[in-house]
């Protein structure tokens, strides 16, 4: 499933052809994502520019002066630049036609993004209950200390809270909290201040890191360009259950969180 890194590896690949281009067309063969695209959605934005394209957790928003369009890549979508005519393949259900012969289209085997509409000045129901972005200044230790009081939950389920921070998911969580030395499953509330600083960082860190690197590939994921990200080589836990810790060389530890695999080191931490 694409994560923070990959959507904002997809906005920044899509932006420059997007940004000040005008919209000829939206052309929907199969409306039938995790919500019903609206029927109205392509007269909405035929004839609007788009001023900027944005991201919000793990929503791309392209905004108009008619309003924002959002999209969400859902379990295994992309969004690919197109500029040779090229006939739309099975699962390839949206075409945002643009001008200068350039399209970007959607595609999604599982059917579970989605394409919806936001009218100006107004915050999309899908956005108003997220927490901070993980890399801006509002996202710091502090915070994340302050909430973390009288939590008797896993961190890593804490961390993984789109209430809490958006963007952080199960391979960064996994990574991030190996890189502060801090075992998935102690409880939040039981972890003091200054190791929330370590985390923070840690989290920073990794996501900044997946970004230059373009993402990671497991299964679905890959580009604008349809190359595949490459973070996945500097994984040091995630996917790697039994393998020599990086540090240690003792093998790394497997378990459950909720329903999320968690692989952790034993000796390193705690």
């Known amino acids: 499933m694409p994560e923070l890194p990959e959507v904002e590896t997809t906005r920044r690949g899509v932006a420059p052809l997007v940004q000040g281009n005008r919209i000829l067309n939206l052309e929907v063969r199969e409306g039938r994502l995790r919500w019903p695209v609206p029927e109205n959605l392509a007269e909405c934005l ?21 309003g924002t369009l959002l999209v969400h890549l859902g379990m295994s979508g ?6 040779d005519g090229r006939a739309p393949q099975k699962h390839d259900h949206i075409d945002i036609v643009l001008q200068g012969n350039t399209t970007l289209r959607y595609r999604d085997p599982r059917r579970f993004g989605c394409f919806l509409w936001q009218e100006p000045g107004e915050e999309h ?17 502090t915070y994340l200390f302050r909430l973390s009081r009288g939590r008797r939950g896993p961190v890593k389920n804490f961390i993984m809270d789109q ?12 990574e991030a909290l190996f890189g502060a030395g801090i075992r998935p ?9 200054i190791r929330y600083q370590q ?11 997946a970004i230059e690197q373009g993402g990671t590939t497991l299964k679905d994921f890959t580009g604008t360009d349809g190359k595949p990200g490459y973070f996945a080589q500097k994984l040091l836990v995630y996917g790697r259950e039994g393998l020599p810790c990086s540090h240690c060389d003792r093998p790394l530890r497997g378990i459950k969180l909720g329903q999320r695999a968690s692989v952790y080191c034993g000796a390193c931490q705690r």
Do not use: C, M, W
């Open 46 to 66: 035929r004839g609007q520019i788009v001023h900027s394209v944005e991201r919000r957790a793990k929503y791309l928003l392209f905004k108009t002066v008619k």
């Open 78 to 83: 992309s969004l690919r630049i197109i500029t």
């Open 125 to 141: 129901k899908l956005l108003s209950h997220l927490g901070p972005e993980p890399l801006s200044q509002s996202f710091d230790s």
């Open 163 to 174: 209430k809490i921070v958006v963007g952080v998911g199960n391979i960064y969580a996994n």
């Open 185 to 193: 499953d102690r409880y939040a509330g039981r972890i003091s201040a």
């Open 199 to 209: 985390l923070t960082a840690q989290i920073k860190q990794v996501l900044t890191s």
